[in-house]
T-cell receptor, first 111, second 115 residues
Framework: LAKTTQPISMDSYEGQEVNITCSHN???????ITWYQQFPSQGPRFIIQ???TKVTNEVASLFIPADRKSSTLSLPRVSLSDTAVYYC????????????FGSGTRLLVRP | DADVTQTPRNRITKTGKRIMLECSQT?????MYWYRQDPGLGLRLIYY???????NKGEISDGYSVSRQAQAKFSLSLESAIPNQTALYFC??????????????FGPGTRLTVL
């Protein structure tokens, strides 16, 4: 299983772009990279998933370099409501469960 | 996600009691999961089930058991609760996608306190 490393915490201000980087040096060929967001006392919520290059949806972008040993979640123009914990997961579920939730990155958005 | 419900939402119990946490989903997913989260930490997998006849241990299954009564229902039991099982418990569901890997949908959580 691919181990991930993320910053423990980050601070930002409203309106700024936030980039959270996740390292996953032993990612396997078939692994995908998935990011979840979790608010206090709530279950995690899916943000975005990718395999390589760049993926964008209505809430975030995910940048994955060619070697896939890291990935960066980009949140454009954050607001106070983006204050949460962000988890990077690397793996794939085919015939069995192959994911690990790390400790995540606590993002604090200030006014 | 309102499509995944957990009961009870909060429970306080005493050491040695048997406790059951229930999870129901209306998403029609085959795959269901139970996780535990301790304060300030990430989620750890207790058990998972890829279909009604499939039950698998996760990272921390000791002291827990599960039952998959139907596609929509997955229950977690603590046969004899102990204080270090005090935690936030989450149920989740997913279905294998045509591309990529599963997106998991989480319930609201059950806060369990064992005195």
């Amino acid at each position: 299983l691919a181990k991930t490393t993320q910053p423990i915490s980050m601070d930002s201000y409203e309106g700024q772009e936030v980039n959270i980087t996740c390292s996953h040096n032993n990612i396997a060929t078939n692994d995908y990279i998935t990011w979840y967001q979790q608010f206090p006392s709530q279950g995690p919520r899916f943000i975005i998933q990718g395999y390589k290059t760049k993926v964008t949806n209505e809430v975030a972008s995910l940048f994955i370099p060619a070697d896939r040993k890291s990935s960066t979640l980009s949140l454009p123009r954050v607001s106070l409501s983006d204050t949460a914990v962000y988890y990077c997961l690397v793996g794939r579920m085919d015939s069995s469960y192959k994911l690990i939730f790390g400790s995540g990155t606590r993002l604090l958005v200030r006014p | 996600d309102a499509d995944v419900t957990q009961t009870p939402r909060n429970r306080i119990t005493k050491t040695g009691k048997r406790i059951m946490l229930e999870c129901s989903q209306t998403k029609g997913h085959d795959r269901m999961y139970w996780y535990r989260q301790d304060p300030g930490l990430g989620l750890r997998l207790i058990y998972y089930s890829f279909d009604v006849k499939d039950i698998n241990k996760g990272e921390i299954s000791d002291g827990y058991s599960v039952s998959r009564q139907a596609q929509a229902k997955f229950s977690l039991s603590l046969e004899s609760a102990i204080p270090n099982q005090t935690a936030l418990y989450f149920c989740a569901t997913s279905d294998p996608p045509s591309g990529g890997t599963d997106t998991q949908y989480f319930g609201p959580g059950t806060r369990l306190t064992v005195l």
